[in-house]
T-cell receptor, first 117, second 112 residues
Framework: AQKVTQAQTEISVVEKEDVTLDCVYETRDTTYYLFWYKQPPSGELVFLIRRNSFDEQNEISGRYSWNFQKSTSSFNFTITASQVVDSAVYFC??????????????FGKGITLSVRP | ETGVTQSPTHLIKTRGQQVTLRCSSQSGHNTVSWYQQALGQGPQFIFQYYREEENGRGNFPPRFSGLQFPNYSSELNVNALELDDSALYLCASSLTQFYGYTFGSGTRLTVV
């Protein structure tokens, strides 16, 4: 069985602060994919990043960066110089297997990020 | 390229009734999944359809059923509604998991 743990439930920062959202996953599969999604108040889940289990290279996209460490089963997400528009609920998710079929996402409980002006 | 569209956006039903939620997948996507998101929780996988066949199901009772049509649009049906079925229902489509999943804005169902 797969499991995703997001131990932080709520984080509040002041604009321009850096913030890291933690994600720890569990799976016995050797092939898996990790995702981060953002959910604004409108409800839609916005895709941020996908990472496969064979690619531990960290990634940076603008103010966003992701740190994938298989040794600790973690896939953490850092927002640099946070902005009010970053306020949302952030979900880490996991899917296993290497085919398109039966590739359900297992989500964590989410982290509510509030960025104050 | 259109995204994933869900209808209706909001719905109120009475306990014991039946409901049908609809989803239009992103163009070219042959896989659709449905998720239930209770307030304050992460989405929970209900089931997935791949080329009109159900090929994965989460821990939901049989009163949750679905369909995928040849144009890859989809329906989620819930019979004998219970108060605990109140949630945001999200539809997600994908080509394969290699490309990630595109989610709709969801249908917020309230059962009274």
């Amino acid at each position: 069985a797969q499991k995703v743990t997001q131990a932080q439930t709520e984080i509040s920062v002041v604009e321009k602060e850096d913030v890291t959202l933690d994600c720890v996953y569990e799976t016995r599969d050797t092939t898996y994919y990790l995702f981060w999604y953002k959910q604004p108040p409108s409800g839609e889940l916005v895709f941020l990043i996908r990472r496969n289990s064979f690619d531990e290279q960290n990634e940076i996209s603008g103010r966003y960066s992701w740190n994938f460490q298989k040794s600790t089963s973690s896939f953490n997400f850092t927002i640099t110089a946070s902005q009010v528009v970053d306020s949302a609920v952030y979900f880490c998710a996991l899917s296993v297997g290497d085919t398109g079929a039966n590739s359900k996402l297992t989500f964590g409980k989410g982290i509510t990020l509030s960025v104050r002006p | 390229e259109t995204g994933v569209t869900q209808s209706p956006t909001h719905l109120i039903k009475t306990r014991g009734q039946q409901v049908t939620l609809r989803c239009s997948s992103q163009s070219g996507h042959n896989t659709v999944s449905w998720y239930q998101q209770a307030l304050g929780q992460g989405p929970q996988f209900i089931f997935q359809y791949y080329r009109e066949e159900e090929n994965g199901r989460g821990n939901f009772p049989p009163r949750f059923s679905g369909l995928q049509f040849p144009n890859y649009s989809s329906e989620l049906n819930v019979n004998a509604l219970e108060l605990d079925d109140s949630a945001l229902y999200l539809c997600a489509s994908s080509l394969t998991q290699f490309y990630g999943y595109t989610f709709g804005s969801g249908t917020r169902l309230t059962v009274v």
